[in-house]
């Protein structure tokens, strides 16, 4: 199970308001209708709403189950969802939803489906912003002053302060009114959390005593019935095994391929390959904390000590891209001019030397007497080893350089308490995976500074965050798009973290399904246009 | 009350048809390879212990992943970092071997005093410790020590002292059982009637004299335990952590490979693991079926 | 005889049941010390991404109604329980006592169906071995529940899953499509037979079933019976072999769930097992105090059947 270690922060191309013609009940495109797909996960859901859920699972069966004010298309531009359009105010504050009239929820056992209004947006906001209601979603919606209906049909969202691309932060999913038994605040134990009803392609069936979680096409959908009946999330606990399962046809898609299972999958003619770029990054955080790490020397002998292409090429087999800074890469703020520091032992040792470090008798660098001797924290994965081999490698690396590190595994919770609460680390190593494109505020702001605040490192530079708040407050693009370039260079050499590698996600699909399109974060965005031919539905 | 014991304990109350077939030459067999396991596992833990390793164990050359055997420069392969796959079997036994000691030290001396207790004492403190022990019995270990790793953190030496005391009614059950054989026998009555004092009796004549074949025969067979806990739980991903070796998280790293139909990286320390257990447990029952077998003769 | 019998049976039972009733409060004391004493707060998890200083927290600690003792916290625990409401998961909310039913009954399936089978595999050998004594084949047969003993049951189970998908084309895991499939039956019955083979409990429970019937063999009443003719087996059945079996069972009892948690994350079983794993990586104390319960009184319960075989086939061991 992948968890998210979250900035999901949406920041999009400005999209205009416009009108979206109602479907009927069937597409009418004339793709067959019918079919199942199994898909299989790594480990369970914990909750199956959009708002108490934190983990990659959850939010691919939200995906399916729910629907946003807005949505993202094919080509990553914004579109009319549950709004049919909307308006904005001149200062950008102001955001007006016109909502269409059409959507129902799907229908509880036993009773008729209710619409979907304003009070369900309204309800939506409220409940998620409730101090009882813990979700992950609270701070990233902090911008919000207020939602308020006008209509039975309109919504006002005012905002603090105007932000660029806020409309795409408008994609959170609405739940219903009705939906959770306690209308105050949403809790883990509340039924909703377990049985939602959403208005989205798919409605929840059942979950099964094994925990498969059967979802089947909402016939009223509004945007046209999905074409494949079902879809069915089976939860796996062994990756192997897995893999295996794909094989022997017990499940037809496996959202995320462990690498080592590629070449199997590859030579295998019933099978699709389809890589998607996920937004996100792998990297070493660096605690700078510690009077060792202070020294941005020590940080660029350290990245510069790593070989991270012959990592990528070993463990990935080089399906990925080294990266040279905080954005994610793909995203328009990347800064491509900046190149990945090269690969050489001796330039960190250099840059060791100058920093006022001497070998010692075991080869480990001093400094006053002080080795330089770090601790490396890493979340157990448990079948993860492409995590372990690059750990271990980043430690053998550095051990050339003179530098020792000392790893240490701890259990997902544990780690977590450590690095963003406690503190208490060197190095950490972790993956960001972004929403959408990039804002890294959050990362390297000494305001983010703090218990449970993502700059865990607590990295505080007055430029850095005179950019990011300029940034911030720049609503021109192109404008936007240079201060974000001058970012990225400058913590390219800063270093707080040793940024690695983007990978490239494979999917791995049975033939019969047709027209997947898969969105690189949420991944089922398009799932009601997916089928499979007649033939094959078997 | 009667209670099940792990072993056929020295109770005494065997036959004499029972004890031939017990104390066959198969016996001799069953020590004298459990003997030599352990000599393997002594020496190897030295040798680690020393860094006296044929090959870096650390060391990993990225270019050789998952080398088969008899690769040049490393006689058992490699793993799935290149790093050589012998010297990390023979760095593995540190894993175990002294949260092991620590895990049969504790059943040992814990179970003793329990034993004794219960036995020497009786009355209210056999009632009590009967209920600990049924108590200890009543928890399946691995779930017991998950519970613990939830509750404080994944360290092998907590686990182990999980095992120590869930080895303890063992041990106890056994040492009391031999005492109330030696009452029967009015062993203890005449040693009190000579005007032996009770620490005498209790270390010299009881546990000395009478118990320690069954120690010894208890401790191997903890041994045996501690290294199936170890290896159990390194699979789980709880136990001893990378890049420290262990015998448990190299068979579940190599298992990775194991379905594509590559299975020396984990098929190299299960036959360690099996090889390991098999040896401590037989010299456990063969010591068990000569040295008690013989004492009643 | 058999009137004779039901007294102490009922009595023998009556004390029995206490005995359990105060081991499972004991067995909920150890489990509750031991979270008490844990360092850290099971709260963080709740917390994430939160401050657990802020008043936030105090506020969700109050919700919740956690008593400031530990006195008061067991009590407060302990009286929840007795009304069956074990908590709440704290990953995903939801009641733990009926997901432990759920589970509870796919690990139940499996201990019991891998008790069964080392049955099957250690009392054919072990009356052998007691009946004729030390030959070649039932010699051979014990080293190889020895060796079988010893085996890494996960590592078997990988060989066993690699031989069924490689030699008989076969995926033998359960999932809600296999259920369907033919020879469904199969793939529950590989991993019973992977806990049953590889549980590390064949060559004792082999041992100790030779032994005990033997003892019982060689004892004067048999050979009294033996002489007169009479058939041997009846009488060496209730001692010999009735009692010995019941009382390995009932111990082998913790050994299986133990094992079951392997096996069970192998074969993608959706057992306790996997539960206890989940809930020990994210310090869901709800979900894993709820396990060791469940599973102590598992074991409890084999014990309190054995003691009624025990006690109904052997009369005078009310008197003990």
């Not at chain 1, 898909?39 to 934190?54: F, K, Q, V, W």
């Not at chain 1, 965050?465 to 240079?482: A, C, N, P, Q, Y």
């Not at chain 3, 919700?63 to 929840?80: C, D, E, I, N």
Request: net charge neutral; with cysteine.
């Amino acid at each position: 199970m992948k968890r998210i270690l979250g900035i999901t922060v949406l920041s999009l191309g400005v999209a205009m308001a416009w009108c979206f013609p109602a479907h009927a009940a069937p597409k009418g495109d004339g793709r067959p209708d019918g079919g199942v797909l199994n898909y299989s996960e790594y480990g369970r859901p914990a909750t199956l709403d959009p708002i108490t859920s934190n983990e990659t699972i959850s939010l691919r069966i939200t995906e399916l189950v729910f629907n946003g004010l807005v949505g993202i298309d094919e080509k990553q531009e914004i579109v009319p969802e549950l709004a049919e359009r909307w308006e904005a105010s001149k200062d950008g504050r102001v955001f007006t939803f016109f909502l269409r009239k059409d959507v129902k929820w799907h229908p509880r056992e036993g009773e008729a489906p209710r619409p979907f209004t304003a009070d369900d947006v309204v309800f939506t906001y409220n409940i998620m912003m409730h101090p009882k209601t813990i979700t992950p979603l609270k701070v990233r919606y902090e911008f919000i002053e207020k939602v308020e209906k006008t209509g039975d049909y309109t919504v006002v969202i005012t905002l603090k302060r105007p932000i660029l691309n806020a409309l795409a932060k408008f994609s959170f999913k609405i739940i219903p009114k009705h939906g959770p038994a306690n209308p105050q605040y949403l809790t883990r134990e509340d039924r909703f959390a377990h049985s939602p009803i959403g208005t989205g392609p798919y409605m929840l069936q059942t979950v099964t005593g094994d925990g498969e979680v059967v979802m089947v096409a909402n016939p009223d959908y509004f945007k046209g019935r999905a074409h494949i009946d079902k879809f069915i999330a089976r939860p796996f606990a062994d990756q192997n095994i897995m893999a295996q399962a794909l094989m022997f046809n017990a499940i037809d898609m496996i959202v995320l391929v462990n690498p080592r299972n590629l070449p199997e999958v590859q030579g295998d003619k019933r099978f699709v390959l389809q890589p998607y770029n996920a937004l996100s990054y792998s990297f070493f955080g660096y605690n700078v904390r510690n009077p060792l790490l202070a020294d941005r020397r020590v940080r660029q002998a350290i990245t510069v000590a790593v070989n991270r292409q012959e990592m990528l090429d070993s463990f990935f087999n080089g399906q990925g891209t080294v990266i040279s800074g905080p954005f994610a890469p793909g995203s328009w703020a990347y800064n491509l001019d900046v190149k990945p520091l090269p690969f050489n032992t001796e330039r960190a040792r250099a840059l060791l030397t100058e920093a006022g470090f001497r070998p010692g008798a075991d080869g480990i660098m001093e400094k006053d007497g002080k080795k330089l001797a770090l601790s490396l924290k890493v979340p157990i994965e448990k079948e993860s080893e492409a995590v372990k081999r690059v750990v271990l490698a980043f430690q053998n690396y550095l051990k050339n350089a003179g530098i020792a590190i000392t790893v240490e595994f701890k259990e997902w919770q544990a780690w977590k308490e450590d690095v963003f609460l406690e503190h208490n680390f060197d190095i950490m190593f972790a993956s960001w995976v972004f929403d959408d494109s990039a804002d890294i505020s959050s990362l390297f702001h000494s305001a983010e500074i703090g218990d449970w605040k993502n700059n865990f490192g607590g990295y505080s530079n007055p430029e850095v965050d005179g950019l990011i708040v300029e940034s911030k407050l720049t609503l021109d693009h192109e404008k936007r798009r240079t201060i974000n370039r001058k970012l990225h260079a400058i913590l390219a050499e800063e270093q707080p973290y040793t940024f690695l590698w983007t990978l490239t996600n494979y999917s791995a699909y049975h033939r019969k399904l047709r027209r997947v399109q898969i969105h690189p974060y949420k991944f089922f965005s398009f799932a009601d246009e997916w089928f499979i031919p007649a033939s094959e539905q078997k | 009350m009667r209670r099940y014991v792990q072993t056929p304990g020295p109770i005494g109350q065997f036959s004499e048809l029972s004890l031939r077939q017990r104390a066959g030459p198969l016996d001799l067999v069953y020590v004298a390879y459990g003997l030599l396991v352990v000599a393997v596992v002594v020496a190897s833990y030295l040798l680690g212990a020393f860094g006296w390793l044929p090959h870096d164990p650390q060391a990993m050359d990225i270019g050789l992943i998952n080398a088969a055997p008899f690769t040049s420069g490393h006689p058992l392969g490699t793993d799935f970092l290149g790093r050589d796959l012998q010297a990390r079997l023979i760095l593995g036994i540190q894993a175990y071997f002294l949260p092991g000691l620590l895990a049969i030290t504790i059943s040992v001396v814990g179970g003793s005093v329990l034993g004794i207790l219960a036995g020497y004492r009786g009355g209210w403190f056999d009632t009590i410790i009967t209920y600990f022990d049924n108590l200890l019995d009543s928890f399946p270990r691995l779930v017991l020590i998950l519970l613990v790793i939830a509750a404080f953190k994944a360290d092998i030496y907590y686990v182990m002292v999980v095992v120590g005391i869930t080895g303890m009614p063992v041990i106890a059950n056994l040492i009391a059982g031999k005492i109330a054989f030696l009452r029967q026998k009015s062993f203890i009555e005449a040693a009190h009637a000579l005007g032996l004092p009770a620490h005498t009796v209790i270390l010299k004549h009881i546990l000395w004299l009478n118990c320690r074949a069954l120690l010894v025969i208890q401790a191997t067979l903890g041994m045996a335990e501690a290294i199936l806990v170890e290896t159990s739980l390194s699979y789980l991903g709880f136990g001893v952590q990378e890049p420290t070796p262990s015998w448990g998280n190299m068979v579940q790293a190599g298992a990775n490979y194991f379905l594509q139909g590559n299975f020396w990286p984990s098929t190299a320390p299960a036959l360690a693991i099996l090889a390991t257990i098999l040896g401590f447990q037989l010299l456990g029952d063969g010591l068990n079926n000569l040295l008690e077998g013989k004492r009643r003769k | 005889m058999k009137f004779a019998a039901i007294k102490p049976v009922s009595r023998v039972l009556a004390r029995e049941l206490a005995v359990t009733a105060l081991l499972l409060l004991g067995v909920s004391v150890v489990v509750f010390a031991i979270l008490y004493l844990a360092p850290g707060d099971p709260l963080n998890v709740l917390l994430e991404g939160q401050s657990p200083r802020s008043q936030l927290a105090l506020g969700m600690r109050e919700a919740l109604g956690v008593p400031q003792t530990w006195y008061g916290q067991y009590a407060a625990w302990f009286g929840k329980m007795l009304q069956g409401n074990f908590g709440n998961s704290i990953r995903t909310g939801l009641p733990v006592l009926p997901e432990l039913a759920r589970v509870g009954v796919y690990t139940l399936t499996l201990t019991l169906g891998s008790l069964a089978l080392t049955l099957l595999i250690a009392v054919p050998i072990a009356v052998h071995a007691a009946a004729h004594g030390g030959t070649t084949g039932n010699t051979a047969a014990t080293l190889a529940a020895y060796v079988l003993s010893a085996v890494p049951v996960f590592w078997f189970g990988y060989i066993v899953v690699y031989v069924f998908i490689h030699q008989f084309g076969m995926f033998p895991l359960i999932s809600g499509t296999a259920a369907k499939q033919e020879h469904a039956w199969l793939y529950f019955l590989v991993p019973i037979f992977v806990l049953g083979i590889a549980s590390g409990t064949l060559s004792e429970m082999i041992r100790h079933l030779r032994e005990e019937l033997s003892r019982v063999l060689a004892e004067d009443y048999i050979r009294t019976a033996r002489a007169k003719g009479a058939p041997v087996w009846r009488h060496a059945f209730k001692e010999g072999f009735l009692i010995p079996v019941t009382e390995i069972m009932s111990a082998k009892i913790p050994f299986l769930l133990g094992g079951a948690v392997i096996v069970e994350q192998v074969f993608n079983w959706p057992g306790m097992g996997r539960m206890a794993w989940q809930a020990a990586q994210d310090r869901d104390f709800p979900v894993i105090m709820g396990i060791a319960l469940v599973a102590a009184a598992f074991v409890r319960l084999g014990n309190l059947l054995q003691r009624v075989v025990f006690t109904a086939v052997n009369p005078r061991a009310s008197k003990e």
